[in-house]
């Protein structure tokens, strides 16, 4: 099993910059694939950024803004985001998992691992 911890999320004005960590505990050993999805109110989860081996990939709405990075020695993910937008507002969760084939990193039904969740407030 993996537990997975979420920190850094709070309110923000337009044009601001956040971190957000994620920590892993547990089987750390097994986990190769790491993620971040968002969720905004009424809508559906999103997938924001991953990283794999030494490879990333980004949504198109944060490419540019968003940096997802990791240090395994510390089984830390972190979500650089710079230029906040207002639209981007959402409870942004980190997820897991031994293995995602690249083609599937986005589809949030391949990770087995997720955290609770921090709130990013980004007001206007």
């Known amino acids: 099993q993996v537990q997975l911890v979420e920190s850094g999320g709070g309110l923000v004005q337009a044009g601001g910059s956040l971190r957000l960590s994620c920590a892993a505990s547990g089987s750390t050993d097994s986990i190769n694939t790491r993620a971040w999805f968002r969720q905004a109110p009424g809508k559906d989860r999103e997938f924001v950024a991953a990283?794999?081996?030494?490879?990333?990939v980004y949504a198109d709405s944060v490419k540019g803004r968003f940096t997802i990075s990791r240090d395994n020695a510390k089984n830390m993910v972190y979500l650089q985001m710079n230029d906040l937008k207002p639209e981007d507002t959402a409870v942004y969760s980190c997820?897991?998992?031994?293995?995602?084939?690249?083609?599937?990193?986005?589809?949030?039904?391949?990770?087995?691992?997720w955290g609770q969740g921090t709130q990013v407030t980004v007001s206007s």
């Open positions: 997820a897991a998992d031994p293995w995602v084939i690249p083609q599937r990193v986005a589809k949030l039904e391949e990770y087995r691992y």
């Open positions: 990283t794999w081996s030494r490879s990333t």
